[in-house]
């Protein structure tokens, strides 16, 4: 093959290269931001349960509720980098995800102790809120006080059944409102050790 051949045959593959990866590229907009956001929201605000969070997160720290409408163990969840960025400037990131599983109650007697408590494999539901700064979801009811609230049921893992979250969430959470709606003082993993 001659130069000349060589030049138009390299000139024709880098631009097949150059017209694949603008097509295979995908757009920067508004989908592409909202999956930087978070990757558990959709464009619409729809807030999902992070897949296999007790393996992807970090504990943050766990209540026992024996008794009432909310009884059963409580064990909370975050992303390692939301918690590294907690410890360092004390805040939660834009797209943080927080999770509490609500665990049904058993009490035993052990070696241990007598009444022991400890969480059965029955799963009551799930509560996930994504920190939100720049309020993106104006009209949405799970969207508000700088976080998206959602409470998601066993019976269907991909659906938020609160339709208000001032009516369905923001009540328990009213005297954590100076830590930004979040227990944080209960949370250890927040805390960098000493």
Sequence with gaps: MSWLSNLKMSAFFF????AISTVATPKVGYSMEMHNFS???DKSGNISLPPDFRISMVH???WLIPEGDASGFHDVYTEAKTAIHYRKTGKFPDGATIVKEVREAKFGDYTTG??????SSNIKLWFVMVKDT???FHGNQSWGDGWGWALI?????NKNTSTDYKKDCL????????????YVNEYPTLVAPK
């Design 15 to 18: 631009s097949m290269v150059f």
């Design 39 to 41: 990757p558990y929201v």
């Design 60 to 62: 943050l720290g766990s």
């Design 114 to 119: 007598k009444k022991v408590g400890y969480a």
């Design 134 to 136: 720049q309020g993106r």
């Design 153 to 157: 049921k066993t019976d269907d893992v």
């Design 171 to 182: 009540g328990c959470h009213v005297p954590a409102k100076d830590k930004d709606w979040v």
